[in-house]
């Protein structure tokens, strides 16, 4: 494995909105990463390489209730306001918790974004501008 938990730190910390999003999946790309796994409930985000060997955050804050119902259409407008730099990244891990989404699945190869609720199950797919 090429990368480090503190390489990722470092290229996340660069990030203030999700407006900094693209630049932050190059760089992890750059350092060799295929596809990462977040959870809202408490931040843990697990980093895979092209093996499928990962190194995980571990918890990042203090845990969140995610709901059980998926309001798909509400968080749809909070992550437009997000990706748009209106939201921090606590208010954004705030707003899928509160809208019933458990997390999201980046694949770097692909440049896709998918967001899944409680029961893993993909409920919305976004290209990331690269």
Not at 26 to 52: C, I, P, R, W
Not at 74 to 92: A, E, I, S, V
Not at 96 to 119: I, P, R, S
Request: aromatic share 10%.
């Amino acid at each position: 494995m090429k990368f480090t938990i503190e390489d990722i730190k470092t290229e996340h910390q660069k990030v203030k909105s999700g407006a900094d999003f693209p630049a932050y999946i190059q760089a992890v790309k750059k350092l060799g990463v295929s596809h990462y796994t977040t959870y809202v409930s408490d931040g843990n985000t697990a980093y895979f390489d092209k093996e499928n060997q990962s190194v995980q955050t571990g918890s990042k804050y203090h845990p969140l209730t995610v709901s059980g119902d998926l309001n798909l259409e509400n968080f749809k407008l909070r992550l437009k306001l997000h990706q748009q730099g209106g939201t921090d990244y606590m208010t954004f891990c705030n707003d899928c918790a509160e809208n019933g989404v458990k997390g999201w699945k980046m694949d770097l190869h692909a440049m896709t974004c998918t967001y899944f609720d409680q029961n893993e199950i993909d409920v919305l797919t976004e290209q990331v501008p690269g």
